[in-house]
């Protein structure tokens, strides 16, 4: 299957920058959509940030202007500069992609994986 590995999380102060990356790796054929979302104890998973195949790029309102996500197609990776960061963007921040892998010589289905996530800390 597909694994994502993601890096580059911590602790940071107020103002500081922290950037993210994610590595795609297994049998992939081809990657959609690559994203980053992030999640705080009791709440839902949201969205941070999307990319999709051509460069299509979405935020969260709560972050333009602050993050900028980029992928490398020929990598397989995305990542996620994060300035100007909050106490609130505190969370487990989870890599995510979509695609197409080959699972046989002649058989293909489609994917859609998660990272382990990666602990970002802001302190204030």
């Known amino acids: 299957q597909v694994q994502l590995v993601e890096s580059g999380g911590g602790l940071v102060q107020a103002g500081g920058s922290l950037k993210l990356s994610c590595a795609a790796s297994?049998?992939?054929?081809?990657?959609?959509?690559m994203g980053w979302y992030r999640q705080v104890p009791g709440n839902e998973r949201e969205l941070v940030a999307g990319v999709t195949a051509t460069g299509g790029t979405n935020y969260a309102d709560s972050v333009k202007g602050r993050f900028t996500i980029s992928r490398d197609n020929a990598k397989n990776t995305v990542h996620l500069q994060m300035n100007s960061l909050q106490p609130e963007d505190t969370a487990v921040y989870y890599c995510n992609a979509g695609g197409v892998v080959r699972k046989s010589f002649s058989y293909y289905e489609h994917f859609n994986s998660w990272g382990q996530g990666t602990q970002v800390t802001v302190s204030s």
């Open positions: 297994g049998s992939i054929v081809s990657i959609n959509d």
